[in-house]
């Protein structure tokens, strides 16, 4: 059921550590795009959310445009820290209680926010908030929770001026806060130096006036910002780990694990074997005992039982069907479907085609825009010639159609079913069921000439010397 929390997500800053052109919010790990992670655990736990918009705002509104739960936009027109972000959302409070967390945070879980729910109901909290222990020096960024037994206060990290190793209790920057306290504070905050107002002055208010406040620990991994680029791999690293090790406790085999790409909304099947340096990218989908060898790359891709795809092969929104192979060094691409047990083999590129079931395209062919029958053979180095510079064209190859090497089949044409075309043709009518097509010219043999035209290249070079002699004097 629908709690009767409010959350507001910070997503106005600027990113300026990762010195890029776009917003961190909108970088990806595993095929999703950071801001939506903690989103997510919104959803999941059913809690009406704000966003706080500003910098680069037509970027996360254009991801929360596709987002399938609803949340609400505040504009912070000028970015003066965490505190004045959450004041430009004063007008839209409508519960009693806030959750207020960074969009940065793509490792926080359901179970995590669950559980500083449930302290902060059970203790009758004013504020809590999630914090982690960490005394590693090199890690920056974070707020040092500073807590004496008697007063609690989160010191900013460009204000400490303490011993990390010894102050080593680090802010995670997501907070539960009672509404009425926020009505009577927040607005009281007073500007930093940088000329920021910052929420982590709510904790030394509430401490001075004695309210309750609870802290809820949590290992780092998950409280982790992203504030660089190296630290946005560290994350992805984190994420695309547990998502490998879900799938090896389902049955998944990774030969490399750790050199394998995969991203979060793949769906893979027991009993199936994924090779070194493999990309599974978004909405791929792969069914039982396939094989995926190494260096291969699925993007959309949808794989039914028992396919086997060989190494370096490219599969972007395409499917192939059970038993059907693809590869090495293949290319299945824009819609294209492998039927059951067919196979497009070495340097085979297919593009919007079907190809049916058994049908066979082993070596070193281009099929653009095909209607491919089953049990058909397409000959090493044949194209399906689809476009004439202003439109493209069809090409049906019908059952048991025999396509011999290096032909070309220049679209619209329809190949009949058990029909041959000759090796080496250039096929521009449509030939009928059964029938031959030869389509090149006819080949010329001159006995015993090959000395001759050995003699002559083996004279070419001393006529030509004599030639550029004569042309000297």
């Known amino acids: 059921m629908p709690t009767r929390t409010q959350a507001i997500v910070l997503a106005a800053g600027r990113s300026s550590r990762f010195n890029t052109s776009a917003i961190k919010l909108s970088f990806t790990l595993c095929g999703q795009e950071m801001i939506r992670y903690p989103l997510n655990?919104?959803?999941?736990l059913k809690i009406k959310t704000l966003v706080v918009v500003g910098y680069q705002q037509e970027i996360i509104r254009g991801i929360l445009d596709k987002y399938s739960y609803p949340v609400e936009c505040v504009e912070q027109t000028i970015q003066k820290g965490t505190g004045h972000a959450l004041l430009c959302t004063r007008p839209y409070w409508t519960e009693d209680t806030l959750l207020i967390l960074n969009g940065d945070v793509p490792l926080i879980t359901e179970a995590h926010i669950a559980e500083l729910m449930k302290r902060h109901r059970s203790t009758a909290a004013t504020i809590s908030f999630i914090a982690s222990y960490n005394a590693d020096p090199s890690v920056i960024g974070y707020g040092r929770v500073i807590d004496n037994g008697e007063q609690v206060s989160i010191v900013e990290q460009r204000e400490f001026t303490g011993d990390p190793a010894r102050e080593c209790r680090l802010n995670a920057g997501v907070y539960l806060i009672e509404r009425a306290f926020l009505e009577d504070t927040l607005p009281s905050l007073e500007t930093h130096p940088s000329g920021e107002i910052f929420i982590t002055d709510l904790i030394h208010k509430a401490?001075?006036?004695?309210?309750?406040?609870?802290?809820v620990d949590i290992p780092f991994d998950h409280v982790r910002g992203i504030n660089t680029l190296k630290e946005l791999w560290v994350a992805e690293r984190l994420v695309r780990s547990d998502i490998i090790n879900s799938w090896m406790a389902q049955g998944v085999r990774f030969i490399a694990p750790e050199s394998v790409v995969i991203d979060y909304d793949v769906t893979l099947s027991p009993d199936t074997v994924i090779g070194y340096g493999v990309q599974l990218l978004k909405g791929t989908q792969v069914g039982r005992k396939v094989t995926i060898d190494a260096f291969s790359v699925l993007d959309g891709a949808i794989i039914g039982d028992s396919a086997?795809?060989?190494?370096?092969?490219?599969?972007?929104h395409a499917s192939v069907h059970g038993m059907a192979?693809?590869?090495p060094f293949a290319r299945v691409h824009q819609h294209s479907t492998l039927h059951a047990e067919s196979v497009v083999g070495n340097f085979v590129e297919v593009s919007k085609t079907t190809l049916g079931h058994k049908s066979k395209a082993k070596h070193l062919t281009y099929l653009g825009q095909a209607q491919i029958g089953k049990e058909a053979n397409i000959g090493a180095g044949t194209i399906t010639c689809n476009y004439n510079g202003v439109s493209k064209h069809a090409t049906i190859i019908e059952d048991g159609a025999f396509i011999g090497s290096n032909s070309a089949l220049l679209a619209p044409v329809t190949i009949g079913k058990e029909a041959i075309v000759a090796a080496g043709s250039t096929i521009t009518e449509s030939v009928p069921a059964q029938a031959l097509a030869i389509a090149r010219q006819?080949?010329?043999?001159k006995l015993h000439y090959a000395p001759l035209i050995k003699g002559k290249h083996a004279q070419a070079p001393d006529k030509l010397k004599l030639k550029l002699a004569t042309q000297g004097s």
Not at 41 to 44: D, E, N, R, S, T
Not at 308 to 316: C, G
């Open 41 to 44: 655990v919104l959803k999941a």
């Open 207 to 215: 401490s001075e006036q004695k309210k309750k406040i609870e802290i």
């Open 308 to 316: 086997i795809i060989h190494s370096h092969s490219v599969i972007s």
């Open 325 to 327: 192979q693809v590869g």
């Open 442 to 445: 006819r080949q010329t043999t």
